[in-house]
């Protein structure tokens, strides 16, 4: 934190790789060099030398001196180098402009870069122009880059602790860069702390000497209490995916400028709870357990995603009791599910499984005992959502009669048939599917009874929950030849990981097709999924939106313009709003927009009011009782 009011602070910050995404002098060169067949090679020489020069490995003089040779640059390039860094400022600079330029007189740009590309660049932030310190390029008669001016003390080694010396600042001085010599100005005594910045770049040898490393200037201005364009620096929000999650949702929230930590398999338990300290999002699919006790370990956990259909590996009301918003992908896979179960109708109907085994063997079978075709087939659905309803339309393409049975009264779609009760459905099909959700009551939905009550020779798939088919039961239909072929891709217990043995009584069976739960893991599917609910997740950390959830009262907010935003999540007992604007009337402030919607068991307010006011507000709607959470976005 500073030790002195900003007005008695001085920040000096590096321009290339820190105020902007790129080397100025890379940037050129890529420029100048356009049509030069060696323009690879010495670009890469260039950044190489750059990068030797700025961990320290050579003098700041060596590196200027040896880049300069191999530009090959001209005045009239200056302009085009110019449009290109333009949309290179690094971001963290950008969303903070209104702090530059409110501060304007407290801040230096001290590079080791040149006049003739900084200058322009950070003056259109509020930088001031007197406040710019950096080398000037010296030109030939014919315009083209020779040098640079020698005298000056940037062009030598130490040069910034030269120029800091000379400038003789009244008052703390606060470096920010990513090179070498910033840290040299540190270790000098004339600055007061050291901020390894890598939003851009990250510098071990840099890194090492830092007082703090500083992620974005976000992280900066939160760390010492200053004015930002952000409530809380992204850097500082931690994402945990497990299960080999989508690569894209990866990328989405490294783009956000979250921190990730990715882990291929599932945990189990007790590894979730030693991983899950100080994580504010937690990705997972379907083998890993969100439990109450890991829920009880989570301190900072604002939302769970699950990349797949289904929630109940998660205790979805321990969630709701700590205010954490749980998202899942209810569509990204559903086509892939439907595909999967009309393959394997098919297969099963036909009795492909058994013939194509037979063949691996040497057994040439031809013969059309047992192969029928689906067109005409009575197809049940047991529930009748995303996945059903969508199975239900491309069956009746394929020429079959669709019944369904759910306990929602659901409007039949194309020339589907509503089934008063499960039994209904059980007896009138030639082929059951099943579709339900992983709601406890459903464990065991199909058992011995329920197999009694279908025809002889029924085809049986189970593509969504493990727990809802009494395995046991399956595998004496099976053996009796009740059920004539089966295909399961969910069981009630699924090894963790592929190193694990899948153990099971249906193994070995006759036509029966075992598939490792990949209902949905098709390559469109989890692209699907790994965009989805990241946005989900992303829009609820950003804006507060809980549009999807499937434990939040849902609320789509708009954009948050020029007001801070106060989310407040309580208990759902009476009063709680009555309370809140009690303490907003208290400290005169006025209510841009408010929201509130409530469940069973919590209540979602969220109040958009004016920048200025009263910090104290923020403590008051802390201590509210029946707060569960609270928090603030600007």
Known sequence: ????????????????????????????????????????????????????????????????????????????????????????????????????????????????????????????????????????????????????????????????????????????????????????????????????????????????????????????????????????????????????????????????????????????????????????????????????????????????????????????????????????????????VVELAIGEIIMLIRNVVPKSNQMHLGKWDKSANNSFEVRGKKLGLVGYGNIGTQLSVVAEALGMEVYFYDIVDKLSLGNARKCRTLDELLTVSDIVSLHTDGRKDNKNLIGAREFSLMKNGVIFLNLSRGHIVDIPALVDALKSGKVAGAGIDVFPYEPKTNNEEFINELRGLPNVILTPHIGGSTEEAQANIGNFVPGKLLEYINNGSTYGSVNFPELQLPLLKASHRLLHIHENVPGILAKINAIFAKHNINIQGQYLKTTESIGYVITDIAKNYDENVIQELRDIDNTIKFRLLY
């Open 1 to 336: 934190m500073l030790t002195k009011p900003i007005e008695q602070t001085y920040l000096v910050i590096d321009f290339d790789s820190t105020f902007t995404k790129v080397e100025g002098l890379d940037v050129l060169a890529e420029i100048s060099l356009a049509g030069n067949r060696e323009r690879d090679r010495i670009v890469e020489e260039i950044k190489a030398i750059t990068d030797r020069g700025m961990s320290g490995e050579i003098s700041l003089a060596q590196s200027l001196e040896m880049r300069l040779r191999l530009l090959q640059a001209h005045r009239d390039h200056i302009p085009a180098l110019l449009e290109v860094l333009k949309d290179k400022i690094s971001d963290s600079f950008q969303r903070n402009r209104d702090f530059l330029i409110e501060n304007a007189e407290q801040i230096y740009i001290v590079s080791s870069g040149f006049k003739e590309f900084i200058v322009p660049i950070v003056t259109m932030l509020g930088i001031k122009e007197d406040h710019v310190f950096a080398n000037t390029f010296l030109y030939d008669d014919e315009g083209n880059i020779v040098g640079c001016d020698c005298d000056n003390p940037l062009a030598t080694d130490k040069g910034k602790v030269t120029l800091i010396r000379n400038l003789n600042l009244d008052g703390d001085v606060y470096v920010i860069g990513d090179g070498y010599t910033d840290y040299e100005i540190r270790e000098s005594g004339l600055a007061n702390r050291f901020y390894a910045f890598t939003e851009n770049v990250m510098r071990p040898k840099v890194i090492e000497k830092a007082d703090h490393i500083t992620p974005s200037l976000d992280e900066f201005l939160y760390h010492n209490k200053l004015s930002r364009s952000q409530s809380y620096p992204k850097s500082r929000i931690k994402v945990l995916l497990l299960e080999n999650v989508h690569p894209v949702a990866v990328h989405l929230f490294e783009k956000e400028g979250f921190s990730v930590e990715i882990l291929k398999g599932a945990l189990d338990e007790d590894e979730l709870i030693e991983k899950v300290r100080n994580v504010h999002i937690l990705g997972i699919r379907s083998k890993t357990n969100v439990t109450r006790r890991v829920l009880e370990n989570a301190n900072k956990l604002m939302c769970v995603g699950a990349f797949c259909i289904g929630t109940n590996q998660i205790d979805l009301s321990a969630c709701t009791e700590r205010g954490i918003a749980v998202f899942n992908a209810p569509y990204s896979n559903t086509r892939s």
